[in-house]
């Protein structure tokens, strides 16, 4: 009898310390979503620098725009944007939206000298494109300074951040985009670097490279308004 309480007592504290460090992370990534949720839409300028061994581009200005809840479009020189959907697009705001994925709490680590809480989060539905993501939290600041997104449809991609001025915002100065390109579906009319229905030892090698894409934004103008016909398919 003494041997059955003692091992209750074992099993209902051990829940409750999982049950208060899942109320912890929940709160944390509350705070991170409420200074997201205070940006309803932006005009960014930045330049965008791609290394994907198959697809030629050149470092070029873009222009990106955002509105709730989930707008999102880049523009560049070329007029064409190589970001896997579900990618650098993803409104943060959505993906740490508490309704929709069980947070559990993962330990700490340090991303760039910064250290952080790590939270995995679990999709409550099942038909979820997200499998699993994994978010770093500065505790402090309630930023975002990584996250990988292990998805059904475009593999696993991870997004690095670095803050500077728009952080009351939750706005990155520079992201960090890398991706599996045996994973990633190119869009239609991207220049290649090789014929992508040619099979050869070479063209294999370099899809099983990490692609990586880089943000650096110079500016944001932020709840000025953005007209719903910017995110309109031409």
Known sequence: ?????????ILFTVHCSLFTHAQDVTALINKA?????????????????????????????VT????KPDHFKMVNNGGISILPKGGISINMGALINTDNFTA?????AVVNNIKTKVVKL???????????????IDESNFLIYKAVTTTLENG???????????????L??????????KDYKLPKGLTLDFDENTKSPATDSLKE????????????TINKGVDDAVFKTN
Do not use: C, H
């Open 1 to 9: 009898m003494k041997y059955k309480l003692k091992l209750f007592i």
């Open 33 to 61: 979503k409420e200074k997201l949720d205070r940006v309803n839409d932006y005009i960014a300028a930045g330049v965008l620098t791609i290394d994907v061994a198959f697809i030629k581009a050149p470092t070029s200005k």
């Open 64 to 67: 990106v725009y955002y509105k």
């Open 104 to 108: 559990l709490d993962a330990g700490e």
């Open 122 to 136: 679990l999709p409550n539905d099942q038909n979820s494109n997200v499998v699993l993501s994994t978010l770093y």
């Open 156 to 170: 696993t991609y991870e997004l690095d951040m670095t803050y500077g001025k728009y952080a009351d915002y939750g």
């Open 172 to 181: 990155p100065d520079k992201v960090n985009f890398s991706f599996n390109a």
């Open 209 to 220: 490279k990490k692609g990586k894409v880089e943000i650096n934004y110079s500016s944001y």
